[in-house]
T-cell receptor, first 110, second 114 residues
């Protein structure tokens, strides 16, 4: 599974959009991009995933570049409860497993 | 509660003792994973079951670690002769066949080895 690179930390003002980048330049055609987050002292929580099209759900939007070498997770109106570590993971459709990196620690500030 | 449950949530033990953690996955999920997480690090993959079959084990899983899923439902993770380096959060996750990477994690079992 392809390695992903994320900034170690980011800040965001409450109510503003949080845009979390992820680089996955070696991603292969059968690997999906998954995003999870982990709030302190809890287990990771699935947010969203995509292959090549942009995706949106009730939690976030996922924008994947046309060459699939990078993606951005967008939290449209960040709240204090969105403060967490966010993980971007590339996973094969079949037989893959989640391999977590260090993630991005997002701090949402009032 | 229909999520993944883990027991115990916290365990403090002395070095050299054996400990066992239990995971009850979401009932219709056939895939079950164990991860270990230390402070400031992302979760590390330990092992994976499809139904009752253990299909993959990480090299992190030394001989002192054993995991079972006897009837394809709940799973146990046993650590024998615990060492201080085993202190960590042990996370269990389950998933259906629908989407490989979409897993549901439990709250974890925190182990402290004195």
């Amino acid at each position: 599974d392809a390695k992903t690179t994320q900034p170690p930390s980011m800040d965001c003002a409450e109510g503003r959009a949080a845009n979390l980048p992820c680089n996955h330049s070696t991603i292969s055609g059968n690997e999906y991009v998954y995003w999870y987050r982990q709030i302190h002292s809890q287990g990771p929580q699935y947010i969203i995933h995509g292959l090549k099209n942009n995706e949106t759900n009730e939690m976030a939007s996922l924008i994947i570049t046309e060459d699939r070498k990078s993606s951005t997770l967008i939290l449209p109106h960040a709240t204090l409860r969105d403060t967490a570590v966010y993980y971007c993971i590339a996973v094969r459709d079949q037989g893959g497993k989640l391999i977590f990196g260090q993630g991005t620690e997002l701090s949402v500030k009032p | 509660d229909t999520g993944v449950s883990q027991d115990p949530r916290h365990k403090i033990t002395k070095r050299g003792q054996n400990v066992t953690f239990r995971c009850d996955p979401i009932s219709e999920h056939n895939r079950l994973y164990w991860y270990r997480q230390t402070l400031g690090q992302g979760p590390e993959f330990l092992t994976y079951f499809q139904n009752e079959a253990q299909l993959e084990k990480s090299r992190l899983l030394s001989d002192r670690f054993s995991a079972e899923r006897p009837k394809g439902s709940f799973s146990t993770l046993e650590i024998q002769r615990t060492e201080q380096g085993d202190s960590a959060m042990y996370l269990c996750a389950s998933g259906s066949g629908r989407s490989t990477g979409e897993l549901f994690f439990g709250e974890g079992s925190r182990l402290t080895v004195l």
